[in-house]
C-alpha cells in the first residue's frame, strides 16, 4: 500500500512538473530527474519512511558530483509530526533541517490532488514546534547552492528548493449567500468568489489553483474538524469552479 502511494505520489508530480514546462529525463517512480526551464538539473527523492543521515549525504554526494540538485519530498502522514507539536529533532532530521534552512518539504494526497509545502521547525529553546506552510507551486522550484556546516553533512552542495513568492495575508474568511450576490458586490460579481480563496481579484488561474489546493489540504472534512466543514469546503469547490470557468470564458 505504501508503495502504491509512493507511486501515485510520482505521477501526480510529474504531471505538476509537466504543466510548469519542466522536461522529465527519468521517473523511477520515487526518484525523478528533471530540467528546469531555468537550466538546472534536479533529482527529485520522494521519501515515504525515515532515512539515515548517511544516505542522505550519500545521496547529495552522488547528486552533487553528477552536477544534479537535490530536493527531499516527505510523505508528512508516515514521517512528520502534526502542525503545532513540540518536538525534539531526531538525527535523519537534522541534515534536511541544515539544507533547506530549518523547515523540510513534505507532500500529502486526498482528493485526486498533490499537495507540497514546508513544514517548518520553528525553535523554541532545544525543541521545535511544527507549523505548516502553504502549498507551493511546481513553477517555483529551482536549484542553489548552500554552504552546510552542520557536522552531519557538512561541506557545499546543489539543493533545489522552492522560491517564496510574496504573498497578500488575508483573515480568514467565507462568504455568505449576500456576498455571494451581484447586488452586494456591484462593482465585480466575482469579488466573494475571490474573498473565499483568499486572492487578489487580479489574480492569475495559476495563483487561485495553488490558492485553492493550499486551502482545500486544510479544509476538507477528512482533516477539518469544524462543524460545518463540509459547508467551508463547498463554499471552496464553488468559488473555484465559478473562478476556473472565468477564465475558460476569457
Known amino acids: 500500500m505504501v508503495r502504491l502511494d509512493t507511486y501515485k505520489a510520482s505521477a501526480f508530480l510529474v504531471w505538476q512538473l509537466k504543466h510548469s514546462g519542466a522536461v522529465i529525463h527519468e521517473d523511477g517512480g520515487d526518484i525523478i530527474h528533471v530540467g528546469l526551464p ?3 538539473e534536479v533529482s527529485i527523492h520522494i521519501i515515504e519512511s525515515s532515512i539515515p543521515a548517511y544516505e542522505i549525504k550519500n545521496t547529495i554526494l552522488y547528486n552533487h558530483a553528477n552536477g544534479l540538485h537535490t530536493l527531499f519530498i516527505l510523505w508528512a502522514d508516515m514521517l512528520l509530526p502534526p502542525e503545532g507539536h513540540v ?3 531526531e538525527e535523519w532530521e ?5 539544507l533547506y534552512q530549518e523547515k523540510v518539504w513534505a507532500y ?3 482528493g485526486g490532488e498533490l499537495f507540497i509545502y514546508p513544514v517548518h521547525y520553528d525553535r523554541i529553546g532545544p525543541y521545535r514546534e511544527i507549523r505548516y506552510g502553504k502549498t507551493v507551486s511546481m513553477r517555483q522550484l ?3 547552492t548552500v554552504e552546510i556546516t552542520h557536522p552531519l553533512i557538512k561541506g557545499r552542495w546543489r539543493v533545489a528548493t522552492f522560491g517564496e513568492k510574496s504573498a497578500h495575508q488575508h483573515k480568514h474568511h467565507y462568504a455568505t449567500d449576500s456576498e455571494y450576490s451581484p447586488r452586494a458586490t456591484p462593482v465585480n460579481p466575482l469579488a466573494g468568489f475571490y474573498a473565499v480563496l483568499e486572492v487578489e481579484m487580479d489574480a492569475e488561474m495559476e495563483d487561485i489553483k495553488t490558492a485553492y489546493r493550499r486551502l482545500a489540504r486544510k479544509l476538507h472534512p477528512d482533516v477539518n474538524r469544524a462543524p460545518d466543514a463540509t459547508a467551508q469546503m463547498q463554499a471552496l469547490n464553488e468559488a473555484y ?3 476556473m470557468a472565468e477564465f475558460d470564458d476569457a
Not at 94 to 98: Q, V
Open 142 to 144: 529551482m536549484g542553489m
Open 87 to 89: 518536538v525534539e529533532v
Open 94 to 98: 537534522w541534515p534536511l533541517l541544515a
Open 108 to 110: 500529502d494526497i486526498f
Open 241 to 243: 469552479r465559478r473562478l
Open 38 to 40: 531555468s537550466g538546472e
